[in-house]
């Protein structure tokens, strides 16, 4: 028996544009801009050969049927053997499931880092990351979440596509700045990519406002861009919007991530508690999370 682990960060996403049409699904992808955290998801896998192909997935210590985009990174490195494989893979995810942190996105690229070692298949980390990109496509689970976790910190997505096609922008930032978000619930990605309306809503603004993000580089102004791009998008719940119109009321910039029921905001370290207090004192029965910018991409652990 072989075991590799490799983590992939979490990614909140402040406002994108939607880039799908290309017929190569690794030039399909999205522009945007969004910034990571060290909370994401530690994958571990476990192989051994065996008579017929199999495949175990637990996600948080519970055993799965439905983790469809791994059990499609899977079955993409296992095609590439003539020799066949039982496969074990633990997933271990410290953000909310669905609810726009890139957990599926997270779950692929660590997994296919982690499964390139232990099946010694040779390839790179950029060619591993390219099988999750191929199958959050497919899996209709994402856009840009691959590349954007494979690079790791506060940036954006210029050019779409997979990691080693696309292009990421670094941006410069103060190291007290913080991240600070408020988690209600899951907003279905799939469904949403699926909406023909809300797709053409994100594409009025999403790549004018990468354009800005790109030439200003500036937290004040990711902020403003995403919680504009929230507004025109239409998604912000009425729990949000109770929970924002308090931190309005506060003066402190915040949004809603992409996918996701979260309120979530980048401030300076001396703001964090004057957020956490409102945020406590508008939704007591939500856990607020204070965190930072995990400027390292996925990696093998």
Request: aromatic residues 6%; proline residues 5%; hydrophobic residues 40%.
């Amino acid at each position: 028996m072989k075991e590799a682990s490799a983590f992939s960060p979490g990614h909140l996403t402040g406002f994108f544009q939607i880039c799908d049409y290309d017929e190569n699904p690794l030039k399909k992808g999205s522009r945007g801009s969004g910034f990571s955290i060290p909370l994401g998801v530690n994958t571990t896998v476990r192989v051994e050969p065996a008579e017929c192909i199999s495949t175990k997935i637990t996600i948080n210590g519970e055993a799965t049927l439905e983790a469809f985009v791994s059990e499609n990174v899977a079955n993409r490195m296992l095609s590439k053997l003539d020799s066949l494989y039982e496969v074990s893979v633990e997933h271990d995810i410290k953000t909310p499931l669905g609810a726009g942190f890139g957990s599926s996105g997270g779950g692929a690229l660590s997994l296919a880092l982690a499964l390139n070692e232990a099946l010694d298949l040779g390839m790179s980390s950029v060619d591993a990351a390219q099988v999750a990109h191929l199958a959050e496509i497919e899996c209709k689970t994402g856009l840009g979440t691959v590349i954007a976790e494979f690079t790791g910190g506060f940036g954006a997505l210029i050019k779409p596509g997979a990691p080693g096609i696309g292009e990421t922008v670094n941006f410069n930032h103060n190291t007290e700045l913080r991240a600070v978000y408020l988690p209600f619930g899951p907003i279905p990605t799939k469904e949403a990519l699926s909406d023909e309306l809300l797709r053409h809503r994100i594409n009025e603004l999403g790549g004018k406002f990468v354009d800005e993000i790109h030439k200003d580089p500036s937290p004040v102004l990711f902020m403003d861009l995403s919680r504009r791009f929230a507004e025109h998008v239409g998604l912000i719940t009425p729990r949000l919007r109770a929970v924002l119109d308090k931190t309005d009321e506060a003066s402190i910039p915040c949004s809603m991530a992409m996918f996701g029921e979260v309120l979530f905001s980048l401030v300076e370290e001396d703001q964090v508690l004057k957020l956490v207090e409102v945020l406590r004192e508008a939704a007591p029965e939500q856990k607020v999370i204070v965190t930072w910018i995990e400027a390292k991409g996925a990696h093998l652990i």
